[in-house]
């Protein structure tokens, strides 16, 4: 008899409740199995705020191998894929705006729930394309990173792999955090030149800033909040003049940094002189990098345009919305419809609960039941005393500094200039921190993780996929990285 498999963690995450992550989990078995013909399974565990994402290997394993059969066998595959995560992006924020812009208290109770299904319905199918890229380069699997490195070594000296692995998959397009800091430092460009107290802004001046909140409030967001606030924006403004920021001039820097990226994929293409193939497989790698973040970016703003469906749901049902948060899509239209719901199983979903999605049904376990599933999962032996380990470059350069480890927005006040920012993995809510950061380090990641992203657009030295680096640091250690070589050392 066949040796059951096990589940193994593949990566975790914070500040998150069952909605939305419940869709990540049916997009990764749904979703990617009617885009590509094979899906995978995914659960989750979710405790105090956190998930923990486990897989089944083998499942993934073979999704991977089926989409890259399909690349290499026609590569303009991937580049319709890509070309609809952009179509489906666009579909998921409009059915956000069309919900954000309902008198939703003068809808029925059916229509609430259509109006939710049709959001979970598109971003399945968002996941489906999207989900691609986790697909292609994560963790164990790393099509992108393995094809171009192992093309490289074959064209360059050992020393320059690296270099021009980043320098060839780094994006030139501005992503929404790009955007979001060119359009602030106009605004703080008048604050700059006039020399104003930014505690104590002039009409026009806070005028403008009330325009970017509300242009950019959903930034930060991620999968529930908090969206930026008046607060968020003013320690962005405080930390230009903190770091001394010409903020003309970083205009300029930005503008000449991508400049000089191009120039420099340009002269490194005709060094290494790809054919056809490998041409296109590394302008779709650098693609992928930008669309990973993108997609998510979509997807932030999404569930910040549907707050209010969630809260008017949760009115009608005398609810909180963090109780709704708690709910599948069945139990959200049976309780709209006849009324009916489980309050103490939801309750205890907030404590600790377990969702997957099996062949058969979609299952949310709590209590014992759910403990015993998770106590099964396959548990990685983890040296402590590890004074070396090793990742992947994601943005290179060296620093040396003081651990702390940011996971989440409460953790973000340890953080001071210089420190060496660790993480499990970094999202768009930690920004602030990251800002500060000497260098990153994070467990997870890969090509388009988005550590990686920002840590180029910063040009802050990042190391990430380290797999463990949280479970042998702790704040207050010294590091010292090495993002040029992916190693880091514990001083």
Aim: proline share 3%.
């Amino acid at each position: 008899m066949a040796k059951k498999e096990k589940w193994e963690i593949i990566a975790s995450e914070y500040e998150v409740s069952l909605f939305p992550v419940f869709m990540l989990v049916d997009g990764f078995k749904d979703g990617i199995k009617k885009v590509h013909g094979q899906g995978c399974s995914i659960a989750i565990k979710l405790e105090n705020n956190s998930v923990i994402y486990v897989y089944l290997p083998s499942q993934w394993a073979r999704a991977h191998e089926l989409i890259v059969k399909k690349i290499t066998t026609d590569i303009s595959y991937l580049e319709k894929i890509f070309s609809q995560i952009y179509i489906q992006c666009h579909k998921l924020e409009n059915i956000g705006r069309k919900i954000n812009n309902l008198k939703l208290s003068k809808k029925s109770n059916l229509d609430l729930y259509n109006l939710y299904q049709s959001f979970y319905k598109q971003n399945i199918l968002t996941y489906g394309y999207g989900g691609t890229m986790p697909m292609l380069d994560f963790q164990k699997h790393t099509f992108f990173s393995d094809e171009l490195l192992k093309y490289l070594k074959k064209k360059v000296k050992k020393e320059l792999v690296s270099r021009y692995f980043v320098i060839l998959t780094t994006p030139t397009k501005d992503t929404f955090d790009r955007l979001e800091q060119k359009d602030i430092l106009k605004l703080y460009a008048e604050i700059y030149q006039k020399r104003i107290n930014i505690n104590n802004l002039p009409k026009n001046i806070d005028t403008k800033l009330s325009k970017h909140i509300k242009k950019w409030a959903w930034l930060p967001y991620l999968y529930q909040g908090p969206a930026g606030d008046r607060s968020y924006f003013l320690d962005e403004l405080k930390d230009f003049k903190r770091r001394k920021i010409d903020p003309s001039k970083r205009l300029r820097e930005f503008e000449e940094e991508k400049e000089k990226i191009k120039n420099e994929q340009r002269e490194i293409i005709k060094i290494i002189k790809p054919d056809k193939f490998y041409k296109k497989l590394i302008e779709l790698a650098r693609e992928s990098v930008f669309l990973k973040v993108y997609r998510r970016s979509y997807q932030t703003k999404g569930y910040y345009l549907i707050e209010p469906l969630l809260n008017e749901i949760a009115k009608r049902l005398h609810l909180t919305i963090k109780q709704v948060r708690f709910m599948l899509p069945q139990e959200v239209k049976t309780a709209l419809k006849a009324g009916r719901l489980n309050l103490t199983e939801i309750n205890s979903r907030t404590n600790y609960c377990v969702y997957k999605n099996t062949a058969k049904q979609k299952l949310v376990f709590t209590g014992q039941k759910a403990r015993d599933f998770f106590n099964q999962v396959k548990k990685e032996k983890i040296d402590k005393s590890l004074k070396t380990i090793k990742g992947t470059t994601a943005c290179a350069g060296k620093a040396k500094g003081t651990v702390k480890i940011i996971n989440s927005i409460q953790d973000m006040k340890k953080m001071k200039a210089g420190d060496i920012l660790v993480s499990g993995a970094t999202n768009p809510n930690l920004m602030p921190a990251i800002r500060q950061a000497s260098a990153i380090v994070t467990d997870e990641g890969g090509l388009s993780c988005h550590a990686a992203i920002v840590s180029r657009e910063l040009n802050i030295p990042c190391v990430v996929g380290t797999g463990f680096i949280t479970q042998v640091v702790k704040d207050g250690d010294r590091l010292q990285v090495d993002a040029n070589n992916a190693i880091v050392k514990k001083l």
